[in-house]
């Protein structure tokens, strides 16, 4: 079996944000709202002269557990037996359930309005309904064999893709290892996503 | 992994969600209570009509509230459908839609055969011409016969106890809020309903059926019903304070935001609970129904609860607390 997960080193994201721009060409999401299914996150840690950057690429965590599946009454959303966690436009109603179930914020709403905007900023706009949307760990590029495209197009290498269950796969190995960690584990939802915190380092 | 997090608020279902788990809980413990009222308690076909027309435009009411706030209209055929609780077991929304329904299919049903007799509804313009149809008629005298008539009510009754529940269990349902990922809120919204539906009902024979002395066991049935509900709800209430202010980080922000608040604790908590429990317990203790006695209190009481049920839910939609990394 294969369990697709994502490994983010926070120690090598240098804030580029060139995966956020990747991914909303490759997924076309609707920028012009400012809304993106990764995003990278730029923050200031510390207190007062001791205050350092740190950048946190955020996205859907392909959970294992998907509380966001579970409350999806149409169906829409499903999991894949390779663990990715996907949205079926044409079933989804766009009642926001996912959205309030979802611990990580990883869902958007797309409106009419998008739809119509989407026309005109991609010229050929793949989605045709409205709903609800998010980061589909590009199964459309991965039943090609190839990476999603943030981590195709990461310059830090800061996120790599693995197979959770082939012992030989890094990602696999870093997990298992507990030197990556995923987000919020005490909710049971067992994210995909596994991060590297940053080393402690003096400034 | 260790992170800092930020608590927010939600503001996808806010207030209108609120009226819609309002109108929903409220108008299905009508029904329910009504019906079991006219096969169990006393016979009575004018309060089975009030309550299954008061519950439909409720629920129908709520119902399309929330179709209003769907992103794709068209997809929630997908949920329409019968097999949905089939293939989605799991989804609460899903029973939810089910229940709603059916149960105004049936309730419909098991009103139909009062309101052809009804020398009221028989005299509303346009619904007395659809009552005389033949179709309706047929369907009339098929409902209205024994068996069939007590099962569309039993089914009815059930599945307005199912949409009061659901509407707590589809809160319960999001992990991330502590305020509702917990078997509290099924319980207090459910006890709320059938609060809010007895003090509507107890409101609706004090002004709309003339106090008719025939009822007045009844009125007093209800409002006992209502007492015990709502000395019920106080102590969940409770419940809920001790397990908000000693639980999670998103369990303490939460009870911050409502035990410092006064439209909470005045709001919900005094003027809708604690107010006419005792406005109630007077009544019932004292008997207050005799002779030449106002019934002002009573009617206080239960509107008193009414705006209280409304602002419990608005406030639980408002007080989750999402705990995010950043
Ligand atoms: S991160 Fe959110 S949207 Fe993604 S699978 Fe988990 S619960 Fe669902
Ligand atoms: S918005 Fe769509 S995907 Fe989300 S729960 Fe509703 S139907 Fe399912």
Same mark, same amino acid.
Request: proline residues 4%.
């Given at each position: ?9 926070? *120690? ?11 991914? =909303?060409?490759? *997924? ?55 663990? @990715? ?13 996912? +959205? ?35 980061? *589909? ?38 997990? =298992? ?15 995909? /996503? ?10 | 992994?260790?992170? *800092?997090?930020?608590? +927010? ?26 019906? @079991? ?14 309550? =299954? ?59 139909? !055969? ?15 011409? #659809? ?33 009061? #529940?659901?509407?707590?269990? @589809? ?13 509290? /809120? ?13 003090? $509507? ?19 007093? &049935?209800?409002?006992?019903?209502? $007492?015990?509900?709502?000395?019920? +709800? @106080? ?20 009870? +911050?935001?409502?035990?410092?608040? &006064? ?7 005094? &003027? ?14 004292? $008997? ?8 002002? !209190? ?24 999402? #705990?995010? !990394?950043?």
């Amino acid at each position: 079996m294969t369990r697709y997960a994502m490994l983010i080193d926070l *120690n090598t994201c240098v804030g580029c944000n060139a995966c956020m721009a990747a991914c =909303a060409i490759e *997924n076309q999401t609707p920028v012009w709202k400012n809304v993106w299914r990764t995003y990278v996150h730029d923050q200031e840690i510390g207190i007062g002269d001791d205050v350092r950057r740190r950048f946190f690429p955020r996205l859907c965590n392909h959970c294992e557990n998907p509380p966001c599946l579970t409350v999806c009454p149409t169906g829409a959303t499903y999991q894949r037996a390779d663990g @990715l966690v996907l949205i079926d436009d044409n079933l989804c109603m766009g009642c926001g359930a996912c +959205e309030m179930a979802c611990p990580y914020r990883a869902r958007y709403e797309l409106t009419y309005t998008d739809i119509r905007e989407g026309k005109v900023f991609y010229g050929n706009l793949r989605r045709t309904s409205p709903g609800y949307d998010k980061c *589909n760990f590009c199964a459309q590029r991965i039943d090609a064999g190839r990476k999603p495209a943030c981590v195709e197009t990461c310059v830090g290498e800061a996120r790599l893709f693995g197979d959770l269950d082939d012992p030989q796969d890094y990602v696999a190995k870093m997990a =298992a290892s507990g030197i990556a960690q995923p987000l919020m584990p005490q909710l049971g939802t067992r994210p995909h /996503v596994y991060y590297i915190n940053e080393m402690k380092r003096d400034v | 992994m260790e992170v *800092n997090v930020t608590y +927010e608020t939600q503001h996808l279902w806010t207030t209108w969600f609120a009226v819609y788990l309002y109108l929903g809980g409220l108008g299905a413990a009508t029904m329910t209570i009504t019906f @079991l009222t006219d096969m169990y308690l006393k016979s009575h076909k004018t309060l089975a009509i009030w309550g =299954a027309l008061t519950g439909l435009i409720m629920v129908g009411g709520g119902s399309a509230l929330l179709f209003i706030h769907l992103a794709n209209h068209a997809a929630v055929v997908h949920v329409l459908n019968p097999l949905a609780i089939f293939f989605k077991p799991d989804a609460w929304i899903a029973w939810g839609t089910q229940f709603i329904s059916w149960m105004m299919i049936a309730s419909l049903l098991y009103v139909l !055969p009062y309101m052809i007799e009804s020398p009221i509804i028989a005299n509303l313009p346009f619904i007395s011409s #659809v009552l005389k149809t033949r179709v309706v008629c047929g369907l009339g005298s098929m409902a209205g016969s024994g068996n069939i008539h007590k099962i569309l009510g039993i089914f009815s009754a059930t599945s307005g106890l199912g949409v009061a #529940v659901y509407t707590g269990l @589809l809160l319960q349902s999001f992990p991330a809020v502590a305020l509702w990922n917990n078997p509290g /809120v099924p319980i207090l919204f459910t006890v709320s309903a059938f609060s809010t539906a007895c003090a $509507l009902l107890i409101l609706v024979m004090h002004i709309f059926m003339g106090r008719d002395e025939k009822d007045t066991l009844l009125r007093g &049935l209800y409002e006992r019903a209502d $007492l015990l509900l709502l000395a019920t +709800e @106080l102590l969940v209430v409770f419940l809920f304070y001790m397990y908000l202010t000693r639980g999670s980080i998103s369990a303490r922000v939460s009870a +911050e935001l409502l035990f410092h608040d &006064l439209g909470w604790l005045l709001g919900f908590i005094g &003027l809708g609970l604690v107010t006419p429990f005792l406005l109630e317990l007077r009544s019932v203790l004292s $008997l207050g129904h005799g002779q030449g006695q106002t019934h002002l !209190p009573t009617v206080a009481a239960a509107v008193f609860v009414l705006i209280g049920g409304f602002l419990l839910r608005d406030y639980f939609m408002a007080a989750g607390i999402y #705990v995010y !990394p950043t």
